[in-house]
């Protein structure tokens, strides 16, 4: 089992939706906030998009796509989502979840501070065109 997997992307158009899954097996699901990140390309650097607490209680989006995208996790199921909706061309990348420390005003991969959650999917992309 890999430790995070994503899943869900796809080609679209401006103004469609898409839905990204992400599944964690190498820590308790419920015990961790979770993440996603956005690359743009290869080489540059992983932008947090948005984040979810253990218990789903604080959510934290990026300016860029709050009212757009909506988070969602089920620890019953160990799976978290992210509903993207009326995509656009900035919206295009590779999508990343994270274990991470989520609060109102901000996300950070736990990674960054812990090696033992340092660890990384291989994405998901997500491609808009006009």
């Known amino acids: 089992q890999v430790p995070v997997a994503e899943s869900g992307g796809d080609s679209v158009q401006e103004g469609g939706s898409l839905r990204l899954s992400c599944t964690v097996s190498k820590w308790e699901f419920f015990g961790i906030g979770l993440g996603w990140f956005r690359r743009e390309s290869p080489g540059k650097k992983r932008e947090g998009v948005s984040?979810?607490?253990?218990?789903?209680?604080?959510?934290w989006y990026a300016d860029s796509v709050r009212g757009r995208f909506i988070i969602s996790r089920d620890n019953s199921e160990k799976i978290m989502w992210m509903e993207m909706n009326s995509l656009k061309r900035e919206d295009t990348g590779m999508y990343y979840c994270?274990?991470?420390?989520?609060?109102?005003?901000?996300?950070?991969?736990?990674?960054?501070?812990?090696?033992?959650?340092?660890?990384w999917g291989q994405g998901t992309q997500v491609t808009v065109s006009s």
């Open positions: 994270a274990p991470v420390s989520c609060a109102s005003t901000g996300v950070e991969a736990l990674g960054d501070r812990y090696p033992e959650f340092n660890y």
């Open positions: 984040c979810i607490s253990q218990s789903g209680g604080i959510i």
